[in-house]
């Protein structure tokens, strides 16, 4: 059973690097046809899809955020990684990392990791 | 203002049919892509509920469907129970934006 873990710091300094990791365990992330994404839900609202990568590299970025955000994966560690630069309070979240199935017409998240709450404050 | 449109909120007593709507333009739904479905309960991650417009994961009960029509969507649940509280999220894909989308959300409250 694929399951997926995040990790990181829970507080970061606003103007600094926020710098997530997914796990994954069960499965192998070098799968084909399988993607790797992150999600994130700001406290009390909705979520937002912020970017995906394949195993072997090709990565997707919400235009809205693709100029802060870095998207990489381990696959010796099968691992893949989050980081989001010059980051606001409007990027206090939980991020969510998750497998991302994606086929013509079609793509959705399944599993997702349990979620890490992210604060930017100083 | 979220790309997909969903209810803030719907609500009905243990044991009715509850339906949430999912409303789309013609760059998403409209276009041809499938919508998925997340149930959220309170304090945890979204889960997979339903996925490609009407296909239920193993394990989630068939008192749960789904269906797609034209630019929308939509969740029904009927024999509504006190755990099927929580949040509910439909999901697609936007040609315009080139991102994948997710609505607003819904709040649902067993009575």
């Known amino acids: 059973q694929l399951q997926l873990q995040e990790s990181g710091p829970g507080l970061v300094k606003p103007s600094e690097t926020l710098s997530l990791t997914c796990t994954v365990s069960?499965?192998?992330?070098?799968?084909?046809?399988?993607?790797w994404g992150w999600i994130r839900q700001p406290p009390g609202k909705g979520l937002e899809w912020i970017a995906t990568?394949?195993?072997?590299?090709?990565?997707s970025y919400n235009p809205s955020l693709k100029s802060q955000v870095t998207i990489s994966v381990d696959t010796s560690k099968n691992q893949f990684s989050l980081k989001l630069k010059s980051v606001t309070a409007a990027d206090t979240a939980v991020y969510y990392c998750?497998?991302?199935?994606?086929?013509?017409?079609?793509?959705?998240?399944?599993?997702w990791g349990q979620g890490s709450l992210v604060t930017v404050s100083s | 203002q979220s790309v997909l449109t969903q209810p803030p909120s719907v609500s009905g007593a243990p044991g009715q049919r509850v339906t949430i709507s999912c409303t789309g333009t013609?760059?998403?739904?409209?276009?041809?892509?499938?919508v998925h479905w997340y149930q959220q309960l309170p304090g945890t991650a979204p889960k997979l509920l339903v996925y490609v417009n009407d296909i239920r994961p193993s394990g989630v009960p068939d008192r749960i469907s789904a269906s797609k029509s034209d630019t929308s969507a939509s969740l029904a649940i009927t024999g509504l129970q006190a755990e099927d509280e929580g949040d509910y999220y439909c999901q697609s894909y936007d040609s315009g934006l080139s991102i994948w989308v997710f609505g607003g959300g819904t709040k649902l409250t067993v009575l």
């Open positions: 013609s760059s998403n739904i409209g276009a041809g892509y499938d």
């Open positions: 069960g499965g192998s992330i070098t799968r084909s046809s399988y993607y």
């Open positions: 998750a497998r991302h199935v994606d086929k013509t017409l079609t793509a959705y998240f399944d599993p």
């Open positions: 990568i394949s195993y072997n590299g090709g990565t």
